[in-house]
């Protein structure tokens, strides 16, 4: 797993950006070489160069967007070829639009461009396959042996046999309760804590995972430092968990894990430099979307009756009450008689119209207001409301703490998580959004908005 922008991506996942950056450049390279002109005069003089890697970011953007570096596993080859075809047909769009709006300058040859985007749809799709079958076995998992059975080590043995992409795998268990099962999925139980030294001159594990639900007296301290001096790694089960999931286990949270954590993310500096570009990118926003904001009130008029912005309120930074500001998506009296009640994905009080905007979350663009007023950033928890917010609070712990950031627009939880309608889905969510308090930095913002702008475009994602 390799760390970038706060988040802990397989080390597959970059190989395989990295790898098919370089074949498609290579293929449009190539194509120059059969092409009428001289290859060497357009790439080292007419840029062409650049006009290549402007291609290759768009091919890969487009991969990304049709989540292809987020599902790795290969269900369909027709599918796979089918989505290549879809992308760089879109690919073809983009330089027509650039040679529409005369902007010689990026576009490719016309017939560097078809040669190359034939090459590359010859070689991408093989290479991706022979990639998933025979890179990712040579390479090798790194190996864990798990100290415990804890239910953070269960979910997070869980995780890595369903994800084997992450490029870990559980050699098995030590534990010496006498509840403990003989056997974790298909992971086995290789004996009690005692037997560690002789589990480890086996199994050779690259790390241990500690995940013991009763350590007093239990813990093998002195074992587990002289192990990892000796150079294996030694990890708790939370941390693992935090790294695998992308959020905290509240089960297994301590108060003093965050009190003394050295990379606790929220300080003044981080929050005021946090609110400085969320007010910057929300003045670009609304003078970008408006025109769109002018058609999606109008659609919201025409198709219901009823005000064309909903108003409510929402608990907010430092537990401060402010009205939050939506384009209405349902039906003007949708609580009249219910209360007040969560949504949902489906929810029935949802206009035809506000499906659609809910789906593209078009409904969210009048917050920008709110964020430019200083009461939300761009990125942040979600704001929930105060009835909700009591109820939770008494029966969640650490709940409260989530309102130490502003609430976002959008967030962490909102592009890993569905939408909120029990009890058991906020815990979920407030996971997600303690992993984000923790790692508070504009460089995991910059990866949510991203994340998010798949959202709007193709209606997947975020929630």
Known sequence: MIRLFKVSIPSAAIALILSEAILLFSCYVVAEYGSDISAEVYLLEEYGLWKIGLQVLIVLLGLYFFDLYENYRITSRIDLVQTYCIVLGVSFLIQALFNYGRRSDMVLPKWAMMYGSLLALMTLPAWRILFTRVVW???????????GSSEAARDVIGRITERPEL???????????????PKLGAIPNLGSVADLDAVVAEKKPDAIIVGMTERRQNLPVERLLDLRLSGIYVEDAATTYETVFGRVSIRDLRPSQLIFSAEIGPSSKRIAIQSAYSFFLSLIGLILMLPVMVIVAALVKLSSPGPVL?????????????????????????????????????????????????????????????????????????????????????KIPYYRQRHCVKPGITGWAQINYKYGETIEDSIAKLEYDLYYIKHLAWSLDAFIIFHTLKTMLFGRGAQ
Do not use: C, H
Request: proline share 6%; net charge positive; charged share 25%.
């Open 137 to 147: 076995n040579a390479v090798g998992a790194r190996k864990l042996l798990f100290l």
């Open 310 to 394: 909903f108003r409510q309120k929402r608990v907010g930074f430092n537990g401060v009450v402010f009205t939050i500001y939506k384009f209405r998506s349902m039906l003007a009296d949708a609580e009249a008689k219910s209360g007040a009640i969560w949504a949902a994905k489906d929810d029935p009080r949802a206009t035809p119209v506000g499906r659609w905007l809910r789906k593209l979350r078009l409904d969210e663009l009048p917050q920008l207001f709110n964020v430019i007023r200083g009461e939300m950033s761009v990125v942040g928890p979600r704001p929930e409301r105060p009835e909700f917010v009591a109820i939770l609070q008494e």
């Open 167 to 181: 490029g870990l795998a559980a050699v098995g268990f030590l534990d010496s309760a006498a509840s403990a099962p």
